[in-house]
């Protein structure tokens, strides 16, 4: 059974910082590229970051740049999301997904490419 499990969500202070995780099984990790994306209350799913199946690539939305650091380990088949100088703007739940892509270039591909999603995790920033 594919899954994609999201944690490290959480309420935290404007200024402030946490790391999201998401764990994967089920499915070669290693040969998949991983986005990481997020819904606010009222808005359109937005992609924040995404990695590469070989790390080559990184790509991060000017909203989250030079806040967020995408990584992963695939020792352990598990992407982290670090964001720090967190905004009351990036109050939303957070999504990991997974896509097996041709490209490195993992910002080309859209939400409805990737082929596996976790259940999403809640990050609420204070102001």
């Known amino acids: 059974e594919v899954q994609l499990v999201e944690s490290g969500g959480g309420l935290v202070q404007a200024g402030g910082s946490l790391r999201l995780s998401c764990a994967a099984s089920?499915?070669?990790?290693?040969?998949?590229?991983i986005g990481w994306f997020r819904q606010a209350p009222g808005k359109e799913r937005e992609e924040i970051s995404c990695l590469s199946r070989s790390d080559t690539h990184e790509y991060y939305a000017d909203s989250v740049k030079g806040r967020f650091t995408i990584s992963r380990d695939n020792a352990k088949n598990t992407v982290y999301l670090q964001m720090n100088s967190l905004e009351p703007e990036d109050t939303a739940v957070y999504y990991c997904?997974?896509?097996?892509?041709?490209?490195?270039?993992?910002?080309?591909?859209?939400?409805?490419?990737?082929?596996?999603w976790g259940q999403g995790t809640l990050v609420t920033v204070s102001s």
């Open positions: 089920g499915f070669t990790f290693d040969e998949y590229a």
């Open positions: 997904a997974a896509g097996l892509f041709s490209s490195s270039r993992c910002h080309l591909y859209r939400g409805n490419q990737y082929d596996y």
